[in-house]
Structures are given as C-alpha cells and as structure tokens.
Nanobody, 124 residues
Framework: QVQLVESGGGLVQAGGSLRLSCVAS????????MGWFRQAPGKEREFVAA???????????DYADSVKGRFAISRDNAKNTVYLQMNSLKPEDTAVYYC??????????????WGQGTQVTVSS
C-alpha cells in the first residue's frame, strides 16, 4: 500500500506561483508513475501532469495542454516527493489538486493510489 500526502496549496493572485508537494510513504518505488490531477467545483477530475520512467531509467513528463509552459512536474526520489511548480496562475486553475501514483503505463491513469487533495485558489 502507498500513502500520498499533498501540501502547498493556498490562495494566490493571478499571475502568481505556487509549488505543490506530494510525499509518498509505504511501498513506494522510483519506477512508479506519479501524476497530478485537479477538480474544480461542478467539474470532473482532470489530468494536469505526470512524470514517468522508461525501462532505461530516464524520466519524462506529460502535461495537459492547458498548463503546458506554465507548470512543471519534478520528483526527488531520495525524499519520495513529487512537485508541481505552477507559474503564471490563472483563475481557471482554481481547483482541488490531487496527487496520484502507481505502477502504470499510461500517464493519464487510472492510478491506484491517491492523496486527499490540496486546495488552490487563484484570485483575479
């Protein structure tokens, strides 16, 4: 079993930045695909970004079109932590952000493990 705990959310003005963190514990693995999703009120949960490792050990990132060029996902395996650096934030980025992880081939899911979420609110 894997436990995921997100942090770093908050209230920020449009154009500002936030960095989210997701700490994994339990049966973690540096080979797990880790992703960030978000869910705004009244909307379905949507993919934001993911980081995955190929068979050679190289890591790659995948982003939703809506955040490309503004968000960056990274991981520190020594700390069992995945980050989401969010720049140039827009009011439409307001949502609860969830961290997902697991041994999967597809970056967009489905993920077997989820955190509890962290609220990000961007004011205009």
């Amino acid at each position: 079993q894997v436990q995921l705990v997100e942090s770093g959310g908050g209230l920020v003005q449009a154009g500002g930045s936030l960095r989210l963190s997701c700490v994994a514990s339990g049966r973690t693995s540096s080979s797990y695909t880790m992703g960030w999703f978000r869910q705004a009120p009244g909307k379905e949960r949507e993919f934001v970004a993911a980081i995955w490792r190929d068979v050679g050990g190289a890591y790659y990132a995948d982003y939703a079109d809506s955040v490309k060029g503004r968000f960056a996902i990274s991981r520190d395996n020594a700390k069992n932590t995945v980050y989401l650096q969010m720049n140039s934030l827009k009011p439409e980025d307001t949502a609860v952000y969830y961290c997902g992880g697991g041994a999967l081939q597809a970056t967009r899911g489905p993920y077997p493990y989820w955190g509890q979420g962290t609220q990000v609110t961007v004011s205009s």
